[in-house]
C-alpha cells in the first residue's frame, strides 16, 4: 500500500519537472528595473497610440483603444505599481497580455517603457519576493530571478490583469 | 459502409423541438375548445415525424413513446374517437415527457424512465380504455356519432363515475376494496373496470401491496355524501375522484358533444395521477390537473430559453434580399475598380456616383443583416399559452390569453432575455391581478379573465404590454406598505405613478399570501434590472377594480444603434438619439442656479435639470474662459427631461455598440463603446446612468441636501 503510494509520488514529481522546469518570459523594462510576464500570456506588442479615456476610474486606467475591432483597456504599468508616471514617447510600447477569467479570454494592454529581450528561466532558480512590509505592494510578484546579473521581476499576469472594484463614487 | 450519424443529431433535435412547440401549441389550441381538423393534423405530423426521425437514429425509446401518442392522434383524426379534454391533457403531458426524453438523450442523461413509464401509461389506458367505446364507431360517419351519443345520453341515467386508486398499502390497514364495492353496489346499478397495469413482474410483486386501480359507474338516486361516506373508510389511503354523470342534451351538435368531456376517460387522468404515488415518485397530484404540470411547464421554458442561442431558423425571403444587396454591391465593386484602373478626372462624377451606389448598398446590406437577426416576439409569446393554461387550472381560475402582435420583429438577444421577465410578469398577472370567478362575478365582471399580451412598435422602439383586467394595484395599500417597510417617508405624498413605482422596490410585496406561483424567484425589482439592462423600461398603469397595464419599452436591435456625436473637451461621447428629444444652444444668461449648485434652465416654460458633462466625467473643458457657452442637449429619461451640457454637437451616426465589458468593466453613465471613422473608440453615453452619477454628485457635494 505505502509502495503503491510511493510510486505515484514519484510519477507525479517527474511529471512536474517536466512540465515545469523552464518557461519563456518576455521583460521589458520601467525605468531601470526590469520585469518579466510568462510569454504565453502576451498577445502582441504594439507602440503607444492615444486611448478614449474613461471617466471616473483608477488613475493607472488610461482608457480603451480598437484593437481591431475589439475594445481594449490599456493600464500603465508604472502607475499601477506605483512608479513615478513618465511622458509617453514615442518608443513607449503597449504590452498586449491575455488572461482568461471566468472561462472569458480579457484582453488587456499594459503601457511599459521598453521592451527588452524573451528570458528561458529555469523555475528551480525563482526564488519568492522578499517581504517589504508596507512599502511595496508585492500581491503581483511571482518571483525574482537573475539573468546575466541583472535582476529580473517577474509578474503574475492573471493578478495584474484583475481589475479592482471600483468603489462608490461617493 | 457507414455513416457517422451523430453529425446530423443536432439537427434531428432541432427539429424534435420545433415539432413537439408545434404540438405542444396545437394541443393547447384543442384546449380552447376549437376544434379544427387541421390543428390535429398539424399535432399528427408533428408526431410522426419524431417518430421517424428517433427511429431512424437508432433512440428507439422514443420511437415507442411516440408511436402510442401516434395512435392516439391518428384516431382523433380520422374523427374514431372524440377529441376530450382529458386525452389532450395526457397528449401534453406526453409532450412535456417526450421533451424531457430529448433534452435528456441530447445531453447524453439518462431518461427519466419513471416519468416516461407512467405517460406511457396513460396513453395506454386512454388509448385503450376508451377503445372500447370507440371501436363500434370506428366506420361511422358523424351523423351517427351524434345518434350514438343521444342513445348513450338517454341509457345514462344520472349517477356516479368514480376513479379509485388506492396506495400501494391499502391492502395493510385492513380494507378491502372489494368491501367497499359491495357498499357501493347497494347504491344502485354500479359497473366497475379494474386497470391492471401498474401490476410489477411476477418477480417483483409484492403479494401484500395492492397494484390495482378501479373505474366504477354507480346509476340512480345516490347522492355524492352517500359516495362520500362509503369512501370515508379509505380516505388518505387513496386517490379518488368523483365525477357526476350528467344527462346529456339530446340533438347535440356535433363539436359540442366533443367539447363535452368524456366522463369514461376522466378516470384515466386519475390514475395517471395516481402513479406516480405508486411510483414512489414524490409528487402529490392534487385537482384533477396534476400540480407537476406547471413546474415541468417551467423546466421546459428554461430548457428552451438555454436552448434558444444555438441557431436561428430565418426566413428565405430575408436571405435572398440579402444575397440581392451583395449582388449589386460586387457590381459595384467592379464599376469602381474599372473606373479606378484608367481614371482620369473627366470620370468624376461617374466615380461619385459609384460612391454613392456602395454607400447605398452597404446601407442596405447592413439593415438585412440585422433584419435576419431580427425575430418575431412569437419566439417568446409562443410559450406564455401553456404557462397561463397550466397555472390557471392550479388556481381554479378562468383566463383567456389574447395574444395581440406576435409578428412583432425584435433583435434575437432581446428576444433571448426578455423571457424571464415577462414569465414574471405574467405569473403575478395570473396569481395577484386576475381575481376568483366568484369575486369577479361579484364585481359585475365577467367570469373569464382576460389577460392581454401585446408587442407593437413605436418609433425605434418595441412595445410589449401586459394588460389584465383584473383588480388592479392598490395604490393606498402601496404606500402603506411601504411606509411599513420604511422605503418611503411617513410624510410624502405620491401621485398615481410615483406610487406604482413603489412595487419595483425590493422588499416590497402586496400579496397577502406569498404562493409557490408568485413571491419565489425574481423580484420586481429584478424584473426592472433586467429589463434596463436591456436599455429599456417599465411602466405600471392601473386602476383599483379594473386592472392594470404593464409596459415594457425595448430597443429594436442591441447591435446599432442611432447616435448623435457631441464633443466634451478633447472627448467624443455618442448620445443614443432615441434618447434625445432636442438640442439648444446655450448662454450664460438662461442659466438659473438652485441653492448655488443645481443648475437649470428654461424650456418652453418648463425648468430642466442641467447635467455637465465636463464635470460629471472630469473632463478638462477646451476654453476654461467661456464655460458657459455650448449645447444642451435635451434628454428623456423615463418621462423626465434633462438637459446635458456638452461643447459641441459633432453629427449624427449609425453606430455599431461593442461591449465594454468583454474586456473591461462596467462604467456607470457608460452603456458600451463604439469604433469611429477614424479608428478611435467613442463611449456611447447612457442617460439614466449619467442622471444616477448626476445625483451622486451633487449629493455627494452637499451632504444638507
Keep these: 500500500m505505502a509502495q503503491q503510494s510511493d510510486t505515484t509520488d514519484i510519477n507525479k514529481s517527474h511529471y512536474h519537472k517536466e512540465q515545469d522546469e523552464t518557461s519563456q518570459y518576455l521583460s521589458f523594462t520601467l525605468g531601470n528595473e526590469e520585469y518579466g510576464v510568462d510569454i504565453l500570456s502576451v498577445q502582441e506588442i504594439r507602440g503607444w497610440e492615444p486611448v478614449s479615456r474613461i471617466p471616473n476610474v483608477p488613475f493607472y486606467e488610461k482608457g480603451v483603444v480598437n484593437l481591431r475591432g475589439s475594445i481594449v483597456p490599456i493600464i500603465d504599468l508604472r502607475e499601477k505599481l506605483h512608479i513615478k508616471f513618465t511622458d509617453y514617447t514615442l518608443l513607449t510600447v503597449v504590452v498586449v497580455l491575455q488572461t482568461i477569467d471566468n472561462e472569458k479570454i480579457r484582453t488587456m494592454g499594459v503601457v511599459v517603457d521598453s521592451v527588452s529581450d524573451v528570458i528561458t528561466i529555469n523555475k528551480a532558480e525563482v526564488q519568492n519576493a522578499p517581504d517589504f512590509g508596507t512599502k511595496v505592494n508585492n500581491e503581483f510578484i511571482n518571483g525574482l530571478i537573475s539573468v546575466d546579473e541583472r535582476m529580473v521581476i517577474l ?16 | 459502409m457507414s455513416i457517422d450519424m451523430s453529425q446530423f443529431h443536432q439537427v434531428f433535435f432541432e ?10 401549441s396545437g394541443l393547447l389550441d384543442l384546449n380552447t375548445g376549437d376544434i379544427d381538423a387541421e390543428v390535429i393534423n398539424t399535432i399528427f405530423r408533428g408526431a ?25 392522434l391518428d384516431q382523433m383524426r380520422d374523427g374514431r374517437r372524440p377529441v376530450t379534454q382529458p386525452a389532450v391533457d395526457v397528449l401534453l403531458g406526453s409532450v412535456d415527457c417526450l421533451r424531457a426524453m430529448l433534452t435528456a438523450i441530447q445531453s447524453d442523461d439518462k431518461v427519466d424512465t419513471a416519468t416516461v413509464v407512467i405517460y406511457k401509461t396513460a396513453l395506454e389506458i386512454e388509448l385503450n380504455g376508451s377503445a372500447k367505446q370507440s371501436i363500434p364507431l370506428e366506420s361511422a360517419v358523424e351523423e351517427d356519432d351524434i345518434e350514438t351519443s343521444d342513445n348513450e345520453a338517454e341509457a345514462t341515467e344520472q349517477g356516479w363515475f368514480i376513479a379509485f386508486s388506492p396506495y400501494l398499502d391499502l391492502l395493510k390497514t385492513g380494507n378491502d376494496p372489494v368491501r367497499l364495492f359491495r357498499e357501493l353496489a347497494e347504491l344502485g346499478e354500479y359497473t366497475v373496470a379494474v386497470n ?23 346509476l340512480g338516486e345516490s347522492t355524492l355524501e352517500d359516495i362520500n361516506e362509503i369512501f370515508s373508510w379509505v380516505e388518505g389511503d387513496c386517490e379518488f375522484d368523483i365525477q357526476a354523470l350528467i344527462k346529456k342534451e339530446a340533438k347535440a351538435t356535433p363539436s359540442v358533444k366533443k367539447d363535452k368531456p368524456e366522463p369514461s376517460i376522466v378516470p384515466v387522468i386519475d390514475s395517471l395521477e395516481s402513479l406516480p404515488a405508486s411510483l414512489d415518485v414524490v409528487q402529490r397530484p392534487s385537482n384533477t390537473i396534476p400540480s407537476s404540470n406547471i413546474d415541468a411547464a417551467e423546466e421546459v421554458l428554461v430548457e428552451r430559453r438555454s436552448g434558444v442561442s444555438s441557431s436561428i431558423r430565418v426566413d428565405t425571403a430575408k436571405i435572398d434580399a440579402l444575397i440581392n444587396i451583395v449582388g449589386e454591391v460586387v457590381i459595384t465593386q467592379s464599376m469602381l475598380g474599372l473606373v479606378g484602373e484608367n481614371f482620369s478626372m473627366d470620370q468624376l462624377a461617374q466615380l461619385k456616383r459609384g460612391l454613392a451606389q456602395l454607400e447605398r448598398h452597404t446601407r442596405d446590406m447592413q439593415q438585412s443583416v440585422m433584419n435576419i437577426r431580427m425575430l418575431p416576439i412569437n ?32 433583435d434575437k438577444a432581446v428576444v433571448e432575455l426578455i423571457n424571464d421577465p415577462l414569465v414574471h410578469l405574467i405569473r403575478n398577472s395570473l396569481d395577484h391581478g386576475i381575481e376568483m370567478p366568484a369575486d369577479r362575478i361579484a364585481a359585475g365582471k365577467p367570469e373569464v379573465g382576460t389577460i392581454e399580451l401585446k408587442a407593437y412598435h413605436r418609433g425605434g422602439h418595441i412595445v410589449i404590454e401586459i394588460i389584465d383586467d383584473g383588480r388592479g394595484l392598490d395604490k393606498n395599500k402601496l404606500i402603506s406598505k411601504a411606509i411599513e417597510k420604511g422605503l418611503i417617508n411617513e410624510n410624502s405624498i405620491l401621485n398615481d405613478k410615483q406610487a406604482f413605482e413603489l412595487i419595483f422596490m425590493p422588499g416590497l410585496s402586496t400579496a397577502e399570501s406569498v404562493t409557490d406561483i408568485s413571491g419565489r424567484g425574481v423580484g420586481m425589482d429584478v424584473v426592472r434590472k433586467n429589463i434596463q439592462a436591456l436599455g429599456g423600461n417599465i411602466e405600471i398603469l392601473s386602476e383599483l377594480g379594473k386592472g392594470t397595464i404593464i409596459s415594457i419599452h425595448l430597443p429594436l436591435t442591441l447591435a446599432i444603434i442611432d447616435g448623435q456625436s457631441v464633443a466634451v473637451g478633447e472627448e467624443t461621447y455618442i448620445v443614443p438619439l432615441v434618447s434625445i428629444i432636442e438640442s439648444v444652444n446655450i448662454t450664460e444668461d438662461i442659466i438659473n442656479k438652485v441653492a448655488d449648485k443645481g443648475e437649470t434652465f ?3 416654460n418648463q425648468y430642466i435639470p442641467i447635467i455637465r458633462m465636463h464635470e460629471i466625467f472630469n473632463v478638462q473643458p477646451k476654453d476654461k474662459l467661456r464655460a458657459n457657452e455650448g449645447v444642451i442637449v435635451v434628454v428623456e429619461r423615463q418621462g423626465a427631461l434633462c438637459g446635458l451640457f456638452v ?22 453613465g457608460v452603456s458600451g463603446a463604439t469604433i469611429l471613422g477614424d479608428g478611435s473608440v467613442a463611449l456611447i453615453l447612457d442617460v439614466p446612468g449619467l442622471v444616477r452619477l448626476s445625483n451622486n454628485r451633487l449629493s455627494s457635494t452637499n451632504p444638507s441636501l
Design chain 2, 48 to 72: 410522426h415525424s419524431i417518430k421517424g426521425g428517433s427511429g431512424t437514429f437508432g433512440f428507439n425509446e422514443v420511437a415507442d413513446f411516440t408511436h402510442i401518442m401516434e395512435t392516439l
Design chain 2, 15 to 24: 427539429e424534435c423541438f420545433e415539432g413537439l412547440e408545434a404540438m405542444e
Design chain 2, 196 to 218: 391492471t397495469r401498474d401490476i410489477p413482474d411476477f418477480d417483483d410483486l409484492d403479494p401484500e401491496e395492492c397494484n390495482l386501480s378501479w373505474t366504477l359507474t354507480v
Design chain 2, 647 to 668: 461643447d459641441e454637437l459633432l453629427g449624427p451616426h449609425q453606430v455599431v455598440v461593442k461591449s465594454l465589458e468583454a474586456n473591461y468593466r462596467r462604467i456607470e
Design chain 2, 602 to 604: 428654461k424650456l418652453r
Design chain 2, 379 to 410: 419566439f417568446v409569446f409562443s410559450r406564455f399559452p401553456r404557462l397561463v393554461h397550466d397555472i390557471s387550472a392550479k388556481l381554479n381560475k378562468k383566463i383567456d390569453l389574447k395574444l395581440v402582435g406576435e409578428s412583432t420583429e425584435v
Design chain 1, 155 to 170: 509578474l503574475n499576469v492573471d493578478k495584474l490583469l484583475k481589475l479592482e472594484e471600483i468603489e462608490s463614487l461617493s
